[in-house]
């Protein structure tokens, strides 16, 4: 009967990790949360972080990945193999949650600054000058970057990461499906055009703009019809 019963709370608890850190990557952050003035590569700017999340979810994935190292080492005399497995894994998700807490993986924010297009996504930053910037293509998955030479790309994370699905001289590509929606095709074609309105970008006033124009999707998604 004591084993049915801790068999019961085991698949629980399994069930309660692997729920929790799932239900709070798909909660919706506040507004305030999503559009900020931060700063990239020491300048500040607007900046557009990913729509859902939460802010406990770095400390739950250091949780789950200590949890997993715990469980190897607890397995070593009894079980080497499954042990084996369990470290690796663990180590994989250390390594996972250390990338996140340093920054070096990114979440895809992206940030507009006087001097250009700034984002760190998988490993990879990279950053378009305004004066470089030719067009924007709007796919459903990312924006791809026309530009006049190579963007200006650094790989951030050791063994893993840093890929971009195009990487060419005249174009990059930059995931967007986590970010909120706002009229990017619009806001890159100003700045990029008109340099006297790139200024604005180290004060408040696009950050509020931004906001406003996120609220009211907001609300009018809400009001449709289910």
Request: glycine share 10%.
């Amino acid at each position: 009967m004591g084993g049915v019963v801790g068999g019961v709370l085991a698949i629980a608890a399994l069930v309660l990790v692997c729920a929790v850190p799932v239900l709070l990557s798909v909660r919706r952050r506040a507004v305030d949360e999503v559009v900020t003035l931060a700063s990239a590569d020491g300048r500040s700017g607007l900046a557009i972080h990913p729509e859902r999340g939460h802010r406990l979810l770095p400390l739950l994935a250091w949780a789950f990945a200590l949890g997993m190292l715990a469980v190897g080492v607890g397995y070593l005399r009894s079980a080497p193999y499954a042990a084996a497995v369990f470290l690796a894994v663990g180590a994989f998700f250390v390594y996972l949650a250390w990338a996140r807490a340093t920054g070096r993986a990114g979440d895809g924010t992206l940030t507009l600054t006087v001097e250009g297009i700034h984002q760190l996504w998988g490993g990879s930053d990279v950053f378009v000058p305004w004066d470089d910037v030719r067009g924007l293509v709007t796919t459903r998955r990312e924006f791809i970057v026309e530009t006049h030479r190579p963007a200006r790309r650094r790989r951030t994370l050791p063994l893993l990461g840093g890929r971009r699905r195009i990487v060419q001289a005249d174009a990059i590509s930059m995931p967007h499906t986590f970010l909120p929606p706002l009229p990017y095709q619009e806001m890159i074609e100003l700045y990029a055009t008109v340099p006297e309105s790139r200024q604005e970008l180290t004060t408040d006033e696009p950050v509020e703009r931004a906001r406003r124009l996120l609220r009211e999707d907001r609300a009018g998604r809400a009001s449709e019809p289910s």
